[in-house]
């Protein structure tokens, strides 16, 4: 069982940027495929940005593509997702995910693990 913990979220301006943070235990952090994923009110969770078990391969949403960059530390456990440019259309509940796999994954339902989620507002 991987146990993960996000951190991170916060009040910003819209230009302003935020480096969110998903510690992984429990488990072998390296052999896991790691999701971000946000949930606006009102709206369903949505993928943001992936990232593959080496940190070699990564995918980010159109949205966000050039603004977010998703990262792991093995060393750490640790997986973040730097975001930079924010817009008040930015501002939902921000979850990381787990998966053990060797892929990229931008599904939901690929991810079998899951934080609990960390408030990011931007203000405009």
């Known amino acids: 069982q991987v146990q993960l913990v996000e951190s991170g979220g916060g009040l910003v301006q819209a230009g302003g940027s935020l480096r969110l943070s998903c510690a992984a235990s429990g488990h072998t952090f390296s052999s896991y495929a790691m999701g971000w994923f946000r949930q606006a009110p009102g709206k369903e969770r949505d993928i943001i940005a992936s990232i593959n078990w080496t940190g070699a391969s990564t995918y980010y949403v159109d949205s966000v593509k050039g603004r977010f960059t998703i990262s792991r530390d093995s060393a750490k456990n640790t997986v973040y997702l730097q975001m930079n440019s924010l817009k008040p259309e930015d501002t939902a509940v921000y979850y990381c995910?787990?998966?053990?796999?060797?892929?990229?994954?931008?599904?939901?339902?690929?991810?079998?693990?899951w934080g609990q989620g960390t408030q990011v507002t931007v203000s405009s």
């Open positions: 995910a787990a998966t053990l796999g060797f892929g990229l994954y931008s599904r939901m339902g690929s991810y079998e693990h």
